[in-house]
């Protein structure tokens, strides 16, 4: 399992309703609207890095009023 967060930055005003969307996609499991230079804060889960890379570039960038991703992964040190 591969977990990561999607920092994410959005057109003005867009936050919750992207925030709300994002958090119906299979793989989301927290989807938070946040202060500071990203409007949104994605914790995610997916079976290996393809399927992650998968779910961002065509389910999470999709959405609607999305302006810019950054994607962390999680690692265990």
Known sequence: MVEAYVLIQTEVGRA????D???????????????GPYDIIVRT????VDALG??????IQAVEGI??????SVVKL
């Open 16 to 19: 919750a309703a992207v925030a």
């Open 67 to 72: 302006t810019r991703t950054l994607t962390c």
């Open 54 to 59: 998968k779910m961002v570039v065509a389910r």
């Open 21 to 35: 969307e994002i958090s119906g996609i299979e793989g989301v499991t927290n989807a938070e609207a946040v202060v």
């Open 45 to 48: 889960q997916a079976t290996d």
